[in-house]
């Protein structure tokens, strides 16, 4: 038998006196209407109390009237609350529908609450171990629309990584879908950045993703592209072996009125030379050093194969020789490529 003791203060005329109505209530003949007025009344916090401090739940209690509080919880606001029972529950093996979960993600959007976006997210993925819906990734990128801290997402993404889930790299491609669409660029670049020392690695999807970025960044008056963002996606799409994509960035980049620099035309050569463009990767060679842009020993051998497999065995002997004859300090080293140049404008 569970006891509720309802206290109720009366006010009269030159003072108050306190009314005690004790309701003792069986929780096996708790009907749902009465469970309803519990929940309405402020009497949830007993509900939520239950399911915390029993093993396995009450079992007079059905997921409808979980469902009902949790819900109470999220229009009113207190989503650390709806939270905090959700997890409770799941604790115990009490499971409510998705849509509750959803409609907390959105909410916690709604507020810009990342941390608790980052959990419900979480909740859900592995709860489902499939790609979640659409809305669940844009709820998960409004979220983060007002901040520059990115910390739960990329700790989100990282355990997405490097979990089990089959799914792992399609749900880091939609995440980083979600947020271009969203146009929060610097996070898209920065969970691409990071992906290179996670588990899962950039695809073709995850770059073509890139270029949607691009795509939406042309049509914000107030973000300009810089050469940093197009050397991140010349250089996937390069990993990509889309080289014909390559060599549309680099003349997009150039028309822009940013002037390549030597990760622009590494990628740019790499990827014209094995896509048996000699030609074109000829040009940009010698149009780097003319600009008195160091080639690195890796622009020299990419040309001097490309040119082989080509037949031009007279063109890669002369360049094997030019390689030989420069000096150490005339070729880029690896400091020169992790330097991050500005923008120049023509």
């Known amino acids: 038998m569970a006891k509720w003791s309802i206290v109720k203060r009366i006010t009269v005329y030159g003072g108050s006196f306190t009314s005690m109505k004790h309701m003792v209530l069986a929780p096996a003949e708790c009907s749902f209407s009465a ?40 229009r009113d606001g207190n989503l650390s609350a709806a939270y905090d029972l959700l997890h409770s529950l799941q604790d115990k093996n009490i499971c409510l529908p998705v849509s509750v979960f959803n409609n907390l993600l959105a909410a916690a959007g709604e507020q810009n609450d990342m941390k608790l976006s980052c959990r419900a997210f979480r909740v859900m993925l592995f709860r489902a171990g499939t790609p979640l819906s659409w809305d669940c990734y ?27 889930l089959p799914c792992r790299l399609i749900v880091i491609n939609r995440t980083i879908l979600a947020f271009a669409e969203s146009r929060q660029i610097v996070k898209v670049l920065m969970i691409l950045e990071e992906m290179k020392e996670w588990e899962c690695k950039p695809d073709v999807i995850t770059y073509n993703s890139m270029l949607s970025l691009l795509s ?9 592209l810089n050469i940093i963002t197009y050397n991140t996606v010349l250089n996937g799409m390069r990993k990509a072996c889309r080289f014909d994509m390559c060599l549309v960035l680099y003349e997009e980049m150039v028309q822009c009125g940013i002037e390549p620099d030597l990760l622009s035309y590494t990628a740019v050569i790499d990827s014209l030379g094995r896509s048996g463009n000699t030609k074109a990767a000829l040009r940009l060679f010698d149009e780097m050093k003319q600009r008195e842009i160091r080639p690195s020993v890796y622009v020299y051998r990419a040309l001097i194969d490309c040119l082989k497999k080509s037949g031009e065995f007279q063109r890669a002997l002369q360049v094997s020789d030019e390689l030989k004859n420069t000096s150490t300090l005339d070729l880029a080293g690896p400091q020169d490529f992790k330097r991050h140049l500005r923008p120049h404008i023509r």
């Open 138 to 164: 844009l709820n998960l990128a409004r979220a983060f629309i007002n901040t520059d801290d990115c910390f739960h997402l990329l700790s989100l993404l990282k355990e997405v990584s490097e979990s089990s």
């Open 35 to 74: 469970m309803h007025s519990l929940i309405d009344t402020g009497g949830g916090e007993a509900l939520k109390k239950t399911a915390e401090n029993s093993d396995s739940g009450s079992k007079s209690i059905s997921r409808i009237d979980y469902t009902n509080l949790v819900e109470k919880y999220r």
């Open 216 to 224: 939406s960044m042309k049509e914000v008056c107030d973000v300009s």
